[in-house]
């Protein structure tokens, strides 16, 4: 089943929405439709969302061409962060088990796990937070 997506491009957020059975194929469309996406902005800030019935039909072996397809995305729109929201236990474990595979291959890449949207708007407001501050800091 596709990853379907919402860009707000105010907030320069973009929700991408995993529902059903996943494969490397769709995980991997879904990077391409982004990286080719003309109304997504450079620096958009990623949020993942983990619905109830999402399944992953790939094991570790044909997983390892996801980090190698984000970091194609990532290099072409310049993301900011991952935010994976994991609400269940289920949700969460997967969650995890998907940074870990990308802190494998590319570990500069900023990914984090969260439990609910208020934590994930919670993380990208300490990033624009520490980023005025440096502004702040280095134009004095």
């Known amino acids: 089943m596709p990853v379907t997506y919402k860009y707000d ?4 957020i973009l929700h991408a ?3 059903g059975i996943q494969t490397v194929a769709d995980v991997c469309d879904y990077f ?9 902005h450079e620096g ?9 019935d999402v399944e992953f039909d790939f094991n570790s072996h ?17 993301i900011k962060v991952t935010i994976l929201i994991g609400a269940t236990q289920l949700q ?6 998907m940074k870990n595979l990308h802190e494998l291959y ?9 439990r609910t949207q208020e934590e994930a708007q919670r993380e990208i407001d300490s990033i624009i937070l520490a980023k ?9």
């Open 9 to 12: 491009p105010g907030s320069n």
């Open 17 to 19: 929405y995993q529902t």
């Open 32 to 40: 391409k439709k982004i990286t080719h996406d003309p109304t997504i």
């Open 44 to 52: 958009f800030f990623e949020v993942v969302h983990f619905s109830d």
């Open 62 to 78: 044909t997983a390892r061409i996801i980090p190698i397809r984000f970091a194609e995305m990532k290099n072409k729109k310049h």
């Open 92 to 97: 969460y474990g997967i969650a995890r088990m």
């Open 106 to 114: 590319e570990p500069a890449d900023d990914i984090r796990v969260v």
């Open 132 to 140: 005025n501050d440096l502004l702040r800091i280095a134009c004095g």
